[in-house]
């Protein structure tokens, strides 16, 4: 028997076993997936599932109708590729085909572990506890105001909790954002009701309280830690299959590992960007929807002689809603590109557009989704961008 068998049944994992069947594989696919839960997908779980608003977010996915052997609660230990064989918590499965997609875990605050009161938010059974605390407009106290902490303080403020973000770097968005675009979004925190202290550090965290460096003590019913995640690649480290320094899985342009016909995809895997000359580790949605038809290609076509296959080399994108904002990047810039501003950067709605050489190679918008959708195309392209034009918030950024 052909075996596909998937690791991780997350969006990437579920992602690559629909794109099989959509692109004829005939053989039997197995998805293994250490949660208990119907697959579901992650960005509601800070939004709409953390008010209550929604039931849940499982994926509207017919496994039984699409013939995938879907195997929930099972958790890979490890993998034997020479032996063509993963261990489970339940036996051994073989394989002919291994996809790897076990995505990222959350980092932990150090001192933090099993401090009750203490949570992360990566999983539904996260958002499921935290939907009381917001529920009971407790006094929260937020670690980092990255992505996941800023859409947590949303939902917190909307529930009626008393929200304090501690953020160690001296603005949000530090690792994603340049000093002068994210300060504009540190007065979305106040506008909202919630306290942003930059530049604090965490001492302790006990249960009721945090304590920072500087020796103030902020009581909190909750602590929600968003600091970070890394690959969740460990059950990997006896396999011989390559893991780089931040832990992901080694790929190659075509999402190959460094073992034969075994793949990686999503949260877990870092690949080489031509597009962008460097390695690309992509922690957003949009890369665990795209890699997935990759590989599908890749292992339907793998067979036939000559065959080459598609190689991976997105525009990345993702969104994030936070403070009543639509906000939007796609592609990836460094320091050195030309940044220049669409629109005026107090106002409701404007964008970022960076150029090296003249060519548009990243945009940021915040409640302008036309840019983004325009913004993305000229990205992919490699178009030239005027740079009066991109300045023109009243221009679209690409003709009709
Ligand atoms: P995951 O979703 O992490 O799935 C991996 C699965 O593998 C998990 O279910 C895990 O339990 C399982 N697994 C791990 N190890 C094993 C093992 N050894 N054996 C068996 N199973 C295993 N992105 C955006 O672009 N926009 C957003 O607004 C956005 N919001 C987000 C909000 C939250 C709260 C979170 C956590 C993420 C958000 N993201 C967002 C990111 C996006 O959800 C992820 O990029 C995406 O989920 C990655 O999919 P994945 O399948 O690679 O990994």
């Given at each position: 028997?052909?075996?596909?068998?998937i690791?991780?049944a997350?969006?990437a994992?579920?992602?690559?076993?629909?794109?099989?069947?959509?692109?004829g594989?005939?053989?039997?696919?197995?998805?293994?997936g250490?949660e208990?839960?119907q697959?579901y997908?992650?960005p509601?779980?800070s939004k709409?599932?953390l008010l209550g608003?929604?039931?849940?977010?499982a994926?509207?996915?017919?496994?039984?109708a699409?013939?995938?052997?879907?195997r929930?609660g099972?958790r890979?230990?490890g993998v034997?590729?020479?032996e063509r064989l993963?261990?489970?918590?339940?036996?051994?499965v073989p394989?002919?085909?291994l996809?790897?997609?076990?995505?990222?875990?959350?980092i932990?605050?150090?001192?933090s572990e099993?401090?009750?009161?203490v949570?992360l938010?990566r999983?539904l059974?996260?958002a499921?506890?935290?939907?009381?605390?917001?529920?009971?407009?407790?006094d929260?106290?937020?670690v980092g105001?990255?992505?996941?902490?800023a859409?947590?303080a949303?939902?917190a403020?909307?529930a009626g909790?008393?929200?304090?973000v501690?953020?160690?770097?001296d603005?949000?968005l530090?690792g994603?954002l340049?000093?002068?675009?994210?300060?504009?979004?540190?007065?979305?925190?106040a506008?909202?009701?919630?306290?942003?202290r930059?530049g604090?550090?965490?001492a302790?965290?006990?249960?009721g309280?945090v304590?920072?460096?500087?020796?103030?003590?902020?009581s909190a019913?909750?602590v929600?830690?968003?600091?970070?995640?890394?690959?969740?690649?460990?059950?990997l480290?006896?396999?011989g299959?390559?893991l780089g320094p931040?832990?992901?899985?080694?790929?190659?342009?075509?999402l190959?590992?460094s073992?034969?016909d075994?793949?990686?995809?999503?949260?877990?895997?870092s690949?080489?960007?031509?597009?962008y000359g460097?390695?690309l580790?992509?922690?957003?949605?949009d890369?665990?929807?795209?890699?997935?038809r990759?590989?599908?290609?890749?292992?339907?076509?793998?067979d036939?002689a000559?065959?080459?296959?598609?190689?991976y080399?997105p525009?990345?994108y993702?969104?994030?809603e936070?403070?009543?904002?639509?906000?939007?990047?796609?592609?990836?810039h460094t320091a050195?590109?030309?940044?220049?501003?669409?629109?005026?950067?107090t106002?409701?709605?404007w964008?970022?557009?960076?150029l090296?050489?003249?060519v548009?190679?990243?945009?940021?918008?915040?409640?302008r989704?036309r840019?983004?959708?325009?913004?993305r195309?000229?990205?992919?392209?490699g178009a030239?961008?005027?740079?009066?034009?991109a300045?023109?918030?009243?221009v679209?950024?690409?003709?009709a």
């Amino acid at each position: 028997d052909r075996r596909v068998v998937i690791v991780g049944a997350g969006m990437a994992g579920v992602q690559t076993a629909v794109a099989l069947r959509e692109q004829g594989w005939p053989g039997t696919i197995t998805l293994l997936g250490a949660e208990p839960h119907q697959p579901y997908d992650r960005p509601p779980l800070s939004k709409a599932v953390l008010l209550g608003k929604a039931e849940g977010s499982a994926f509207d996915v017919d496994f039984a109708a699409l013939g995938i052997d879907l195997r929930l609660g099972r958790r890979v230990s490890g993998v034997r590729p020479a032996e063509r064989l993963v261990h489970t918590d339940a036996g051994p499965v073989p394989y002919a085909h291994l996809v790897i997609a076990t995505g990222a875990e959350p980092i932990a605050l150090p001192g933090s572990e099993g401090v009750p009161g203490v949570h992360l938010l990566r999983t539904l059974d996260d958002a499921e506890r935290l939907q009381p605390v917001l529920a009971g407009q407790h006094d929260i106290v937020v670690v980092g105001a990255g992505w996941i902490g800023a859409e947590f303080a949303t939902a917190a403020r909307e529930a009626g909790c008393a929200v304090t973000v501690v953020e160690a770097a001296d603005r949000p968005l530090a690792g994603a954002l340049p000093a002068e675009v994210a300060a504009h979004m540190v007065g979305w925190y106040a506008d909202s009701g919630a306290v942003l202290r930059t530049g604090a550090r965490v001492a302790a965290v006990e249960p009721g309280a945090v304590s920072l460096v500087d020796g103030t003590r902020l009581s909190a019913d909750a602590v929600v830690v968003g600091i970070g995640a890394r690959p969740a690649t460990g059950w990997l480290a006896d396999s011989g299959i390559a893991l780089g320094p931040d832990g992901s899985v080694l790929a190659d342009g075509a999402l190959r590992t460094s073992a034969p016909d075994v793949y990686a995809v999503g949260d877990c895997v870092s690949f080489p960007s031509a597009r962008y000359g460097q390695r690309l580790l992509v922690h957003h949605w949009d890369n665990a929807l795209q890699g997935p038809r990759t590989v599908a290609t890749h292992i339907v076509g793998g067979d036939a002689a000559h065959f080459t296959g598609p190689v991976y080399d997105p525009v990345p994108y993702f969104w994030s809603e936070q403070f009543g904002r639509f906000v939007q990047y796609a592609g990836h810039h460094t320091a050195a590109d030309a940044m220049v501003w669409r629109g005026d950067p107090t106002s409701a709605a404007w964008s970022v557009c960076w150029l090296r050489d003249g060519v548009l190679i990243a945009l940021l918008a915040v409640g302008r989704p036309r840019d983004l959708t325009q913004g993305r195309k000229l990205i992919e392209q490699g178009a030239h961008l005027d740079e009066a034009r991109a300045a023109d918030p009243s221009v679209p950024l690409k003709s009709a």
